[in-house]
């Protein structure tokens, strides 16, 4: 049985940091696409970034450019979403995704995890 288990969550003043991290299990990080997604009250889910499975090539949406970092740590089949100064509307509960192939900016990942909230105050 997959599983994808988010953590890192919590309440944050904007200009702060939070990391946060999916711990996966019935799968190897390593071997399948990584993406992290978020979702506001009211709002789509948007693609924030992902880690390709084979060549590690990083991808991030414009809006965290730059202030977000993903990484994979394949000993600890964990990946990490490392999130620097930020901002009231980076508030949402974050996703952990994996996708067997390639990385893709839409939700059509094979294995989710159940999200863990972020919230940014001004």
């Known amino acids: 049985q997959v599983q994808l288990v988010e953590s890192g969550g919590g309440l944050v003043q904007a200009g702060g940091s939070l990391r946060l991290s999916c711990a996966a299990s019935?799968?190897?990080?390593?071997?399948?696409?990584m993406a992290w997604f978020r979702q506001a009250p009211g709002k789509e889910r948007e693609f924030v970034g992902g880690?390709?499975?084979?060549?590690?090539?990083?991808y991030y949406a414009d809006s965290v450019k730059g202030r977000f970092t993903i990484s994979r740590d394949n000993a600890k089949n964990t990946v990490y979403l490392q999130m620097n100064l930020l901002k009231p509307e980076d508030t949402a509960v974050y996703y952990c995704?994996?996708?067997?192939?390639?990385?893709?900016?839409?939700?059509?990942?094979?294995?989710w995890g159940q999200g863990t909230q972020v919230t940014v105050s001004s």
């Open positions: 995704a994996a996708r067997l192939t390639g990385i893709v900016t839409t939700p059509n990942y094979n294995y």
């Open positions: 019935g799968i190897a990080v390593n071997n399948y696409a």
């Open positions: 880690i390709s499975w084979r060549s590690n090539n990083l």
